[in-house]
């Protein structure tokens, strides 16, 4: 089941070869190797993705602020509320945080990244390839309820 913060991610990725500025995402077929992380805190479900800033197309990675290199990785965090067709976006407060295999640890500045209605928090992390970062994202809703996520990734040279 594709979601709305899936289909974001994937069109930006998809835009590479885009010559016009896109007003918004654009929806896409799925990417085989997106790994989703998915948590639940009540009836909010948030979902965190990492990929190389390498796969964003050069006008999107413009207009959201992102630098696209080989050596950094991009962190998307997103928190709904409902169904897939009607969900809305969840504020919340998150600190994320990226550790490598040497125990270097390094926190990950999130912003805040609209698309139409829907609200999503944005980051980037530098990492040395190849690299293994896990990584720590502690989220608290504006209710109080609080949910850590934790994953590793790996990273290699493409």
């Known amino acids: 089941m594709r979601t709305p913060l899936f289909s974001m991610l994937l069109g930006l990725g998809l835009l590479t070869a885009c010559s016009a500025e896109p007003a918004a995402p654009v929806p896409a077929a799925t990417l085989a190797d997106s790994q989703d992380t998915v948590v639940t805190i009540g009836d909010v479900t948030a979902?965190?993705?990492v990929m190389p800033t390498?796969?964003?197309g050069s006008l999107v990675a413009e207009k959201y602020g992102i630098r696209r290199a080989d050596d950094q990785v991009m962190l998307l965090v997103g928190l709904r509320r409902g169904e897939?067709?009607?969900?809305?976006?969840?504020p919340a407060r998150i600190v994320?945080?990226?550790?490598?295999?040497?125990g270097?640890?390094?926190?990950?500045?999130l912003r805040e990244l609209s698309s139409g209605e829907?609200?999503?928090?944005?980051?980037?992390?530098?990492?040395?390839l190849p690299d293994t970062l896990k990584f720590e994202i502690e989220i608290t809703l504006e209710d109080g309820a609080r949910k850590t996520m934790q994953f590793t990734r790996d990273f290699q040279p493409q």
């Open 47 to 49: 979902r965190a993705t």
């Open 84 to 90: 897939a067709s009607a969900e809305i976006s969840v």
């Open 118 to 128: 829907l609200m999503d928090y944005v980051g980037t992390v530098q990492v040395s």
């Open 104 to 109: 270097g640890r390094r926190p990950i500045e």
């Open 96 to 102: 994320a945080t990226a550790s490598d295999l040497r």
């Open 54 to 56: 390498t796969m964003l």
